[in-house]
């Protein structure tokens, strides 16, 4: 899968609104899906447009999310979504970034379905949401034994079973999420010794401690989170 620039303005592709910014820059997955989802023409601002005549961004999320139990590449009609460059050489199984481009954009369908208030936010780290949704008291246990279920998952397929269960109670509950974040967070998962960094950043977004000053995954380059990602033509 073949890529192209494109250029935008600094403050395209889903920057986080209100002068925030996330505590980490954003790695390669997370800047494309940031952009498929967030940009000026991303999903979640065409899909969420109030005159809903957008039947193309309604399409696209239903497609994506019959594709959200489905391997990478195994659903023609949202490759155009979840396409990754892909390095020479590359063996027949899905790539890290494969699994996490294909992972939360598939997931963002999912907890966006029929919902008309964007459920994609910047900054939202996943560990920040599941503190909305256990509780401040954690009043809501069953939600904290869903979490601590995904927190200690062993393999990336034990990690997207347990996130598909997880998001959907996001999506019940009306609370955002940072896809693009998450989809960093599933790259370095896979990282070998990465998933201790992962858990460490959720645990510390769960509790808002401060947060590493470090990715998870390192960005291919020194380029700010919010600039665009290259894309086909």
């Given at each position: ?64 999310r019959k594709g959200a139990s489905r391997s990478p590449g195994e659903l023609p009609e949202i490759w155009e979504l979840t396409r990754v460059e892909v390095p020479d050489g590359a063996g027949d199984a ?140």
């Open positions: 899968m073949t890529t192209s620039d494109i250029s935008t303005s600094a403050q395209a592709g889903g920057a986080p609104p209100d002068g925030a910014r996330r505590s980490r820059p954003l790695g390669e997955a997370g800047r494309l899906v940031d952009w498929r989802i967030g940009g000026p023409r991303g999903l979640q601002g065409r899909y969420c447009s109030k005159n809903r005549k957008e039947a193309l961004a309604r399409a696209q999320v239903a497609a994506l899905p790539t890290w970034e494969e699994i996490a481009v294909h992972t939360a954009m598939t997931l963002y369908a999912v907890h966006q379905q029929s919902r008309t208030e964007p459920m994609f936010r910047p900054s939202v780290g996943l560990g920040s949401a599941a503190h909305d949704l256990v509780g401040r008291d954690e009043e809501n246990p069953s939600a904290r034994a869903r979490f601590n279920a995904l927190v200690t998952s062993t393999t990336v397929a034990e990690l997207r079973h347990h996130l598909r269960g997880f998001v959907s109670l996001l999506r019940a509950r009306g609370i955002a999420l940072d896809h693009a974040m998450l989809a960093d967070d599933i790259v370095g998962f896979q990282r070998p010794g990465g998933a201790k960094k992962v858990r460490l950043n959720w645990a510390r977004q769960y509790y808002s401690l401060p947060a590493e000053s470090q990715p998870a995954t390192a960005p291919a380059s020194d380029a700010d989170s919010t600039t665009a990602p290259t894309q086909e033509n």
